[in-house]
């Protein structure tokens, strides 16, 4: 019997949302992604103890400041668990600059130009690598910069229409809706407790952003993100990318259901609005409160569990 995950992998690239390299080789995913709160739960793994002590020795090496060995630890430590992604997946891995960074424009930039020099120096060619960066206005203005510049990008905690209608506009590679961040703030904020698939308002806004993206023929790639059951992941069947906790690939990997096509470009075309400026950018984030409410709470998050990483490291400095 074929799997659900078999008949996705026929429609969808996907994607393993993790940076368990032994969960990565067991469902052998197209790319994978990475972030603070992954990292910090992968170097718990005993397997990881070699990164870490390679990172950290490498960092010693480079200054005499704690303050810029923990940077450089942790940068170092991003690249090589990425590297040893990239030894399985044939695609490309996702790597995330410092969520405290996420509204500084040329800081980002900056960060994503250090994290790829790493790479290159480790004999990576930049074309599997894409830089992560929040989805905030001054993280879509780096990414615009950063792709002019050849490096692809990945704009994630994306969770308004504005956001991902700026990122298409600025050329990005790829976004990253989160799906399952979406359904926990309805869940939360209203009386509405439980949806049907094809109701979860995750699942909705990656809809109307698919269908948006190739009506107006952008190239930029959707990718689903952030999933809380497989019911989600059955209602974006077909998206371009979809990135699956490795729970919900077993999940999958053990359902031989039909899958039917969810997503699909219709080859309906029309000419493009004119471009989103700052200040509707900013407008129209602000009157939806999920997204304002995510955002900020995704940023904080992500920057908690990178100074819990950096301690972690600082222990062996």
């Known amino acids: 019997m074929t799997t659900q995950l078999e008949q996705l992998r026929k429609i969808t690239t996907v994607v393993a949302d993790t940076g368990d390299i032994t969960a990565i080789a067991k469902y052998k995913p197209e790319d994978a992604t990475t972030n603070p709160s992954l990292l910090l739960k992968a170097a718990g793994i005993p397997a990881y103890s070699g990164y870490i002590d390679e990172a950290v020795q490498w960092a010693k090496g480079q200054s005499n400041s704690r303050n810029q060995q923990l940077v450089d630890a942790s940068d170092r430590l991003a690249v090589l668990v990425g590297r040893e992604i990239l030894k399985i997946v044939p695609g490309r891995v996702s790597t995330e600059v410092d969520a405290r960074l996420s509204f500084d424009t040329k800081a980002s930039i900056d960060k994503a130009k250090r994290l790829i020099g790493f790479y290159e ?149 029309e000419d493009r609005p004119a471009k989103i400026d700052e200040a509707k950018f900013r407008w129209g984030h602000n009157e939806n409160a999920m997204a304002t409410d995510k955002l900020a709470e995704g940023i904080r998050k992500f920057a908690a569990d990178q100074r819990k990483l950096e301690e972690l490291l600082g222990a062996k400095l």
């Not at 950063?146 to 991902?164: H, P, V």
């Not at 909705?204 to 993206?213: C, E």
């Not at 979809?242 to 077993?250: A, G, N, W």
Request: glycine residues 8%; hydrophobic residues 40%; proline residues 3%.
């Open 121 to 269: 120096e480790i004999g990576i060619d930049k074309k599997r690598i894409l830089i992560k960066l929040a989805s905030t206005w001054e993280g879509i203005r780096a990414a615009e910069q950063l792709q002019k510049d050849g490096i692809a990008c990945n704009l994630t905690l994306l969770f308004s229409f504005e956001q991902a209608v700026a990122c298409a506009e600025a050329g990005v590679f790829l976004i990253s809706p989160f799906v399952g961040r979406i359904f926990d703030w309805y869940v939360a904020n209203t009386d509405k407790k439980t949806y049907a698939p094809a109701e979860d308002p995750g699942v909705q806004s990656v809809r109307r952003i698919y269908d948006w993206y190739k009506l107006h023929g952008y190239e930029t790639v959707v990718m689903g993100a952030s999933f809380r059951n497989i019911g989600q992941i059955q209602a974006l069947a077909g998206c371009d990318r979809l990135t699956i906790s490795p729970d919900l690939l077993k999940e999958l990997d053990e359902n031989t259901g039909d899958l039917p096509v969810a997503l699909k470009d219709n080859g309906r075309r």
